[in-house]
């Protein structure tokens, strides 16, 4: 039996219909070819960053499951016996205590000093902000191992410090090998961390909000405290971040000011590296501070986040 004409598709219906399926296959492949340049120039970065952090970091993860034997060195197996004498245990439970302190510490002092100190260097003129942004820079052109020589030369029993305080009619005092010297040479090496992101905040602070606080009858504390300081969060906590960061997996400092007895987290992994020959423990360790790192790192984050919604961008969602 013969089709009728009306159940026939009228005629361009069909090619219309199959346009938009057609046209979309070149579309991709533009949108494609249009990208790939992109993603060609970013391979070799993500290959270096791969090489460099993630291939080591997975080797590091898969050695904390090996087994310890002290005559044969670690041996191939899955098995939570190295995440149990870590986490079971006080002596360990001090050691991380003692590095989240000292960087929490660290941080602290350097937000203190680093906020202060950017506000002075914003409003300050050439010639004298150009020497003061030098001077603050200085210290990061000197190897850290130099400048905690440097420290230990002064704390020391006949250092340079002693020796003021004895003019002075006090001391001498045991400075060396204190967390007293490990905070101030890790602040010391931290500062520039701080204050380079406040400074940044700054720039970007319309100088008339200031003025108009001012002339409505604003004290200049308040002002600061009003309209200044909210301001400031988003570089005081990327300074923040990155100077407890940097102080919780610091080496040489705590390594050369803090002696045998202060153990960090860092020093401790270098014992189990290269003094007991226990790698598991000592990787296990490591990957223990990085994970105790950023959950500390993103809660402070989620505070000041809630905190200062505004003057991060908006309320967290």
Not at 106 to 134: K, Q
Not at 147 to 167: D, E, H, I, K
Not at 209 to 220: D, I, R
Request: charged content about 10%.
């Amino acid at each position: 039996m013969s089709q009728s004409p009306r159940s026939l598709p009228p005629e361009g219906i069909a090619p219309a219909l199959a346009a938009p399926r057609a046209a979309s296959r070149p579309s991709l492949r533009a949108t494609w070819s249009a990208h790939a340049p992109m993603w060609l120039l970013c391979a070799p970065a993500f290959a270096l960053f791969a090489a460099l952090v993630l291939v080591p970091l997975a080797m590091t993860l898969v050695l904390t499951f090996y087994r310890f034997d002290p005559a044969t060195g670690p041996i191939a197996a899955f098995q939570f016996g190295n995440y149990v004498d870590v986490l079971g245990s006080s002596y360990f439970h001090t050691i991380f205590a003692r590095t989240f302190g000292i960087a929490a510490l660290t941080t602290v002092i350097c937000v203190a000093i680093g906020t202060p100190e950017a506000y002075v260097l914003a409003r300050m003129r050439d010639p004298w902000r150009s020497l003061f942004l030098l001077a603050i820079l200085a210290p990061l052109l000197v190897s850290i191992v130099v400048r905690a020589f440097g420290w230990s030369m002064l704390l020391n029993t006949n250092g340079l410090v002693n020796q003021a305080l004895g003019l002075a009619g006090l001391g001498p005092y045991k400075l060396e090998y204190t967390t007293f010297a490990i905070v101030i040479a890790l602040v010391h090496v931290m500062l520039p961390f701080m204050v380079i992101p406040v400074w940044t905040a700054l720039q970007r602070l319309d100088p008339q909000t200031e003025h108009a606080a001012l002339s409505l009858g604003a004290s200049p504390a308040t002002t600061l405290r009003r309209i200044v300081l909210p301001q400031l969060v988003p570089g005081i906590l990327s300074g923040s971040l990155m100077v407890f960061g940097l102080s919780a997996s610091a080496f040489a400092i705590p390594g050369l000011l803090g002696g045998r007895r202060l153990k960090v987290a860092a020093t401790t992994v270098y014992d189990e590296f290269l003094g007991s020959l226990n790698w598991p423990l000592g990787a296990t360790i490591a990957v223990l501070l990085l994970v105790a790192n950023l959950v500390v790192m993103l809660t402070y984050y989620r505070v000041l986040e809630r905190r200062y919604a505004r003057s991060l961008g908006g309320a967290s969602r």
